[in-house]
């Protein structure tokens, strides 16, 4: 009876010792279980554990956590990790831009631009002027012109940074540091941002007009020439020159004396002589697209007309400027840069005056014509098209 009991007593024991097996494995299976719920949605419960909501946005809790919190700007994913931007020191210390970053999802690489960038102002309200810009901006430009393309500026930059310190030559590396600095200065991070809320395709331009030539350090140490003033122009640049040549040299300026000129300038200023240039033609161009639509030929050709003269005042302010003194000359070409934009946008301006009249007088010349259908069966006389009329209703 004894020998009964026992053996109950092991098996009840043995019973309850699976039992506790059996909800050990359970507990752990639960602690792999993936739920997904909603849109690309993964939920993970566990140490580290991983949680994705909505769409394309990821936060890690939990042991090693990583919170990427925002709406997938991709600022880091685009332009890669933080490797190339690692010889970057400071952090984002206002907490107004660190919260707008937060909302932007702005993390790493990026967080590390904006710093750079900051450092880079200068003034008496310098982190209340750089959060009102940074405020006043939408996302969309603080992200796409400005965050990634100074990303994209920096991350060449430390790889021109990696090939100085590399070289031994140390005559060689004086050399390549100067045009580092040079380099820096052309960029001019803190003027751009200065404009951009006038301009604002301005700072990405300039960031990424000298991406490239940070890129070309590594080409520097085994083709030295690269470091000359004129051989780290690209193509566009060089053909600028040419053009600026072309409207300078004439039968009493000599090439020499043109020539002479440029070896005489700072790198800076032909620089800004080429941006400037450049800017002047490219809204020239847009404002003789804008011409093209106007359908009333007495506008068109008074508008042609107005372009032409621009363009020849600015020619000869450019031949007047080469006959002036380096500091007159810059200083003119500088000053004229906005008196000629604005002349050109004053054209412009009138394109879309000019072709909100036209639509004016071809709905009173409808409206004309529709009278005159009602009360007699045909159009007034007079009434006219837009090409017989000028769109305009004649009436009797």
Not at 203 to 219: D, G, L, N, S, W
């Amino acid at each position: 009876m004894v020998k009964i009991k026992c053996f109950s007593l092991l098996l009840v024991l043995i019973f309850l010792l699976l039992l506790v097996i059996s909800c050990g494995s359970g507990s752990k299976a639960v602690t792999n279980t993936g739920k997904t719920t909603g849109t690309n949605t993964e939920i993970t419960t566990g140490t580290n554990t991983e949680i994705t909501t909505g769409t394309n946005t990821e936060i890690t809790t939990g042991t090693n956590t990583v919170t990427n919190t925002g709406t997938n700007t991709g600022t880091d994913v685009e332009v890669g990790d933080e490797e190339g931007l690692a010889y970057l020191e400071g952090k984002v210390t206002d907490p107004r831009v660190q919260a707008l970053l937060d909302k932007l999802g702005v993390s790493g690489a990026g967080r590390k631009a904006i710093v750079y960038i900051r450092d880079n102002l200068t003034g008496d309200d310098v982190d209340d002027f750089f959060y009102n810009r940074l405020n006043k901006l939408r996302a969309d430009i603080v992200i796409e012109k400005i965050i990634k393309p100074t990303v994209i500026l920096l991350r060449a930059r430390g790889e021109a940074l990696r090939v100085i310190e590399g070289t031994t030559d140390e005559d060689l590396k004086s050399k390549l540091r100067l045009v580092f600095h040079r380099y820096d200065s052309l960029v001019n991070i803190r003027e751009k941002f200065n404009i951009l809320l006038l301009e604002r395709d301005i700072f990405e331009k300039t960031v990424t007009r000298y991406a490239p030539k940070f890129r070309k350090f590594k080409e520097m140490v085994t083709n030295p020439r690269l470091m000359d003033m004129y051989a780290w122009l690209d193509a566009d640049e060089r053909a600028t020159i040419d053009e600026i040549e072309k409207v300078v040299v004439n039968f009493t300026y000599t090439k020499e004396k043109f020539d002479d000129i440029l070896d005489n300038l700072s790198s800076g200023y032909i620089v800004k002589i080429i941006e400037i240039y450049e800017d002047i033609k490219i809204k020239q161009e847009e404002v003789s697209k804008a011409i093209a639509t106007v359908s009333d030929d007495f506008l068109r050709q008074d508008l042609q007309a107005r372009l032409k003269r621009v363009k020849d005042e600015y020619n000869a302010d450019i031949r007047d400027a080469f006959d002036k003194p380096l500091v007159e000359l810059v200083h003119q070409i500088l000053n004229n840069r906005d008196v000629y934009l604005g002349r050109l946008n004053g054209i412009k301006a009138t394109v879309a005056v000019g072709k909100s009249e036209e639509e004016a007088d071809k709905a009173a010349a409808a409206a004309v014509k529709a009278e005159g259908s009602t009360e007699a069966g045909e159009p007034r006389e007079g009434s006219g098209t837009d090409e017989e009329s000028g769109a305009t209703g004649g009436g009797s």
